[in-house]
C-alpha cells in the first residue's frame, strides 16, 4: 500500500472518520465536534482522537484522547477528562523519528479527522524507515515515576496512589512490549498483551488497577513489581515473578 | 493501611510539595502540590454534596462553584487543569514542569488557600 497516494490515503480518513462515530456514544461525539471546529479555528493541521475511545476500548477510568498539530486549541469547561497533546508539526516529525511512542501510536492506530497531509508524511516516513518506538524511554519514565509513586502509595491517599499505579504500571507494560515487538494498544488491552507476553503479575496487577478497587498493600505490592521488573533486562523481566506474588503451583 | 480524611491528607501532600519546593525539586514539588489541591476539593465538595466520581474535571468544575459560591478565595478551576497537565507531562513524558509565567511558590500558595478553606470546612 503507497500511503503517499492521494486516494489511498483519503480512504484512511473516511474510514478512520467513520471508526470514530462508531466507537463514540453521543455526549463524546459533542465533544469530539467542538474539539474539531476549535482547531480548525486556530488553523491546526491534524486532529486525531486517539487511545481508548479510538480503539473502542473505554473503561470507567478513560480519558478522551487528541491529539493536534499544529495548534493549541481552546476547549473551554469539557464534561469529561479530556488528554489534549498539541504539537507543531516540526516537533510532531522530530518526536516521531526519536521513537516517541505516543506519535507513533496517533499515526498507526489513532482515528483521523482531518490532516493536511502531515501525518500522511509521517506515516510514509515511519513505513519507509521501518520505524519503532524507542522502548528505553518508557522504562526510563517507569523508573523516574517510582519514587514519587511509593510515596504517595504510603501516605493514605487511595484514589491517588490507585490513579499513580494504573499510569506506573502502564508505562511497564508499554516498556516490555515494545522491547519485545509488540506494539502496546490501549490502556484495557495492555493488560492481555502483557499476558501474552508471559508478564503474568503486570497484566494480573494492571487488570485489577482498571476494574477492580485494590487496596493499599495491592498497591506497595504493584510498585514493588515494577520496581522489580524495571530493575532487570527487558528479556529477563519478561519471565521474572514477583518472590512475594509466587505460589507454591509456580 | 486505611484511607485518611481528606483533609488531612491534603495538608500532608501540601507540606511534601513545600519542601520539594525548597529542596529544588520542582517536578515533585508540582505532584504533590496537585495531589494537595485535588484532596482539599475532594474534602470540601464531601463536606457540601458536591460528587467527584474521581474525575478530574468535576474537581475542575467543583472549583469554579466553590468560588462562586464564597468558599473558596479564588477561582482555581484553572489552576487544577494547567496542574493536572502538568503532572501528566512529568509523569508520563518525564517532562520538566511548565507553569508558565508562574512560580511553583506562587502556585503553592494557592493551594494553600485551598486547604486552609478544607481545613475550615471540617471544624
Known amino acids: ?250 | 493501611m486505611s484511607p485518611k480524611p481528606k483533609v488531612q491528607v491534603a495538608r500532608e501532600h501540601l507540606t511534601k510539595a513545600q519542601d520539594e519546593a525548597a529542596g529544588g525539586d520542582p517536578r515533585d514539588a508540582l505532584q504533590w502540590g496537585f495531589a494537595s489541591l485535588e484532596a482539599a476539593i475532594d474534602a470540601i465538595a464531601a463536606a457540601r454534596g458536591i460528587a467527584i466520581d474521581e474525575k478530574h474535571w468535576k474537581r475542575t468544575e467543583a472549583a469554579r462553584s466553590l468560588h462562586a459560591t464564597g468558599v473558596l478565595p479564588k477561582d482555581l478551576s484553572n489552576l487544577h487543569r494547567s496542574l493536572n497537565e502538568a503532572r501528566k507531562a512529568v509523569f508520563y513524558d518525564g517532562e520538566d514542569p511548565d507553569l508558565g509565567a508562574v512560580s511553583i511558590e506562587d502556585v503553592l500558595s494557592d493551594v494553600e488557600d485551598a486547604v486552609v478553606a478544607a481545613e475550615a470546612e471540617a471544624t
Not at chain 1, 48 to 76: C, Q
Not at chain 1, 143 to 153: H, M, N, R, Y
Not at chain 1, 199 to 213: F, K, N, P, T, W
Not at chain 1, 219 to 230: F, S, W
Open chain 1, 1 to 250: 500500500m503507497d500511503l503517499a497516494d492521494a486516494g489511498v490515503w483519503a480512504e484512511r480518513l473516511r474510514f478512520d472518520r467513520a471508526r470514530a462515530a462508531r466507537n463514540q456514544p453521543p455526549e463524546l461525539a459533542a465533544i469530539t465536534a467542538t474539539v474539531e471546529a476549535r482547531s480548525r479555528d486556530v488553523g491546526a493541521r491534524a486532529l486525531i482522537l486517539s487511545g481508548s475511545t479510538a480503539r473502542a476500548r473505554r473503561t470507567r477510568v478513560s480519558d478522551l484522547d487528541y491529539h493536534v498539530i499544529g495548534g493549541r486549541p481552546e476547549i473551554g469547561h469539557p464534561t469529561e477528562d479530556i488528554d489534549l497533546y498539541c504539537d507543531d508539526a516540526e516537533t510532531f516529525m522530530a518526536k516521531l523519528r526519536s521513537g516517541d511512542d505516543l506519535v507513533h501510536w496517533s499515526v498507526w492506530y489513532g482515528c483521523l479527522l482531518f490532516d493536511d497531509g502531515v501525518v500522511q508524511s509521517a506515516a510514509t516516513y515511519v513505513a519507509g524507515h521501518d520505524g519503532w518506538p524507542d522502548a528505553s524511554r518508557k522504562v526510563r519514565q517507569a523508573q523516574s515515576a517510582l519514587g514519587f509513586t511509593e510515596q504517595i502509595v504510603d501516605s493514605g491517599d487511595r484514589g491517588a496512589a490507585l490513579e499513580q499505579v494504573r499510569g506506573l504500571l502502564s508505562l511497564t507494560a508499554r516498556w516490555l512490549l515494545l522491547a519485545h515487538d509488540v506494539f502496546p494498544l490501549s490502556r484495557d488491552e495492555l493488560s492481555d498483551q502483557a499476558l501474552d507476553l508471559g508478564c503474568v503479575d503486570l497484566a494480573a496487577a494492571l487488570h485489577r488497577s482498571i476494574h477492580c478497587e485494590p487496596e493499599f498493600d495491592e498497591l506497595a505490592t504493584g510498585v514493588r513489581l515494577v520496581k522489580h521488573l524495571t530493575s532487570l533486562s527487558a528479556a529477563r523481566a519478561r519471565r521474572a515473578r514477583l518472590p512475594s506474588l509466587m505460589t507454591t503451583a509456580d
